[in-house]
């Protein structure tokens, strides 16, 4: 092999952090062929093993092809290429013989470095990614370098330089260049395990989900955030019944008419979503206005998303809080809200017809089966299997649920009742961080609850958790873990257990906030932000203004990058004593020197300076003694460090006395 032994370990080490993001992600198998790949050629590099045939790299890259094809059924997957490109930039080194396959490698790294933003974007993906890229340069330096000129850390050293100066016009491209979309918004068809509600509602579905701390969305209030018992976060609304579950359905378009019962309820809040299972986002109560990526307001109050979220998106939210909708039902919407299946739950239905007879409001029906619920039921985290028709085995067999269970079955009730009503499916409370200043919801956060129309007051939310647990409204998921314990297991009762160690979860809240200001700020700075931010600075700017201000901002950094680079060689012609003599001479600040005769050194320049000014001199005696003794003498006791320390006391002293004159 043509290449240096330090390079090709460079490239190894480079190449196995570019791969390291996707480690996790990848198939078992492609996993232990790449691993298998990099051991090969390590030996290689020792002599141990020769370079293989090329034709074990051909037979390899189709073995993989096939692989792929059958691990995800199909070539329209993102993930198939990603994977592909992912073999074949490992496969490179079964044919690893010259300076001209190690930089194809190293070009190969920039675009494998792209992909790991297709499925994370996270502040720590990045500095991974980052980190990838400085190695990538250390190896094009180690391999274009002479053996002497490479040894140790000198190539990640001259890379972090390079990286460094780089930076600048990393930071100006960023905030000035207009803002496209990203390529990473392409769907991904496989490996987008993505947790969170679904758009149907069978018994025991919330249940499962609550057993995750998957992060759901962060917000932040324009002013201090309600009271946990008022974040009902509505995500679907479920109308309709189908084979034993709640579904989203059609309803009848409403008219909308909406009042608000108290001074001050209407608050203003932003909403950083996590990816999501369906095309809906989480809204505050009754959501009146939405700003966002392909964000609507639905007629009957949640918001829409035009597909489903495959990345962190930000939206500006405005909702009010106990809000009283005085809109009349029309009869379709009436017939839609009633409607129930014939011929399951039958016990259900015959105890809501007789309600109805027996009472004449539907307050009074309300009440009573909320009494009911909260005299007989139990409230757990580990409810009973459903059985035949569920709403009937829960009601009248085990009375042990979870919220979809008390959800579903109030909302059958009520209909049967001849009372419209409807589930809505969302979460409910979050957990406050004030390192970050915001609300943290999670999966385990995830809740269900009923929506009924009343006359003359409109949809009311009912939720029969706060009758039968208030503890879980009041204070949150956690309180009603803590209070059954063994009950709930897995990553949320991790993530409960993690509170109580003390400056150990602060300090997760700390990498938290750091990580909720990261998608705040960089992911999700898009074109809107953009012109807002730059607007505070340039009020009259238009779209077609950013192109030349970002060309101008680009060459502008890019000149004072180049007169960086290129002013240095000037200075490097001058020794280390010559630098130190010409700083000495700033210090002296107008003391004339035409008292010393021409070529004298810095004995006379300082008898001049203490004939001016005796109180400043006397500060760099300690300096002076130590340049003479390192120039003339040579004494090897003085090293160049404590020369330069002395310099550097003389100017903090001296700046400090010109400053208080003292």
């Given at each position: ?423 809505v499916l969302g979460y409910q409370g979050g957990a406050y961080n004030p390192s970050g200043n915001y609300i943290e919801v999670r999966q385990f956060d995830a809740h269900a609850w009923s929506e009924v129309w ?209």
């Amino acid at each position: 092999m043509t290449v240096q032994r330090s390079a090709l370990l460079w490239m190894l080490a480079s190449q196995s952090l570019m791969l390291a993001p996707h480690g996790s992600r990848m198939p078992l198998w492609m996993l232990c062929g790449c691993l298998a790949m990099g051991a090969f050629t390590l030996a290689r590099i020792q002599g141990y093993v020769r370079l293989p045939s090329k034709w074990v790299a051909v037979a390899a890259v189709f073995m993989c092809w096939a692989l792929l094809w059958r691990e995800y059924g199909s070539l329209m997957v993102v993930e198939f290429w990603v994977d592909l490109l992912l073999f074949m930039y490992t496969a490179k080194l079964l044919e690893l013989a010259s300076k001209r396959d190690v930089s194809q490698i190293m070009l190969l790294s920039f675009f494998v470095g792209m992909t790991h933003f297709l499925f994370n974007e996270s502040m720590l993906q990045t500095i991974v990614t980052f980190s990838g890229l400085v190695m990538v340069m250390a190896t094009l330096i180690a391999l274009h370098s002479s053996s002497t000129q490479t040894q140790g850390r000198q190539p990640i050293k001259l890379a972090g330089i390079a990286f460094l100066q780089a930076l600048p016009l990393l930071v100006i491209l960023f905030v000035f260049f207009p803002r496209l979309s990203p390529f990473w918004t392409i769907p991904l068809e496989k490996g987008a395990a993505f947790t969170g509600l679904s758009d149907r509602l069978m018994l025991g579905d919330i249940h499962s989900l609550v057993q995750s701390d998957e992060l759901a969305f962060r917000v932040n209030f324009t002013s201090a955030p309600p009271a946990s018992r008022d974040l009902y976060w509505r995500t679907l609304v479920l109308s309709a019944v189908s084979e034993g579950g709640w579904v989203v359905g059609s309803p009848p378009r409403p008219m909308p008419s909406v009042k608000f019962g108290a001074e001050g309820a209407i608050i203003d809040y932003e909403l950083l979503s996590q990816p999501m299972r369906v095309p809906f986002i989480p809204s505050l109560d009754r959501v009146l206005s939405v700003e966002g990526t392909s964000a609507s307001l639905d007629p009957i109050g949640f918001v829409r998303s035009a597909s489903v979220l495959q990345t962190v998106t930000q939206y500006q939210m405005r909702s009010g809080l106990n809000a009283v909708d005085g809109a009349e039902l029309s009869k379709a919407e009436r017939a839609a809200y009633l409607a129930l299946p014939l011929r399951i739950n039958p016990l259900a239905r015959t105890f809501g017809a007789s309600l109805a007879e027996d009472y004449q409001t539907p307050d009074a029906v309300i009440h009573t089966v909320l009494a009911w619920y909260f005299d007989e039921f139990t409230y757990t985290l580990n409810p009973d299997a459903s059985k035949g028709d569920s709403i009937d085995h829960f009601l009248f067999e085990t009375k042990r649920g979870f919220c979809e269970h008390f959800a579903a079955s109030f909302t059958w009730v009520m209909r049967a009742a001849g009372i419209p009503a409807r589930v809505v499916l969302g979460y409910q409370g979050g957990a406050y961080n004030p390192s970050g200043n915001y609300i943290e919801v999670r999966q385990f956060d995830a809740h269900a609850w009923s929506e009924v129309w009343v006359q003359g007051e409109g949809w009311r939310r009912v939720d029969p958790t706060a009758f039968i647990a208030p503890e879980r409204i009041e204070r949150g998921m956690q309180a009603s873990a803590a209070g059954m314990d063994g009950l709930m297991t897995g990553e949320a009762w991790d993530y409960f257990q993690m509170r109580s160690l003390g400056w150990l979860f602060d300090l997760q809240l700390q990498v938290q906030a750091l990580s909720h200001l990261w998608d705040r700020v960089i992911v999700n700075y898009d074109q809107a932000r953009q012109m807002r931010w730059l607007s505070t600075v340039w009020p009259d700017l238009e779209l077609e203004d950013l192109a030349p201000l970002a060309l101008a901002a680009f060459l502008l950094g890019l000149g004072v990058i180049t007169v960086g680079l290129v002013a240095p060689p000037f200075r490097r012609g001058l020794s280390q004593e010559a630098r130190w003599y010409q700083s000495y001479l700033r210090c002296l600040d107008g003391v004339t020197l035409d008292q010393v005769g021409p070529g004298t050194g810095v004995a006379r320049c300082q008898e001049a300076w203490d004939m001016a000014r005796p109180d400043e001199a006397a500060l760099a005696q300690v300096f002076v003694e130590k340049f003479e003794l390192s120039l003339y003498q040579e004494d090897q006791s003085v090293s160049p460090s404590s020369v330069s320390k002395a310099l550097l006391v003389l100017k903090i002293r001296l700046a400090w006395m010109r400053l208080t004159g003292r």
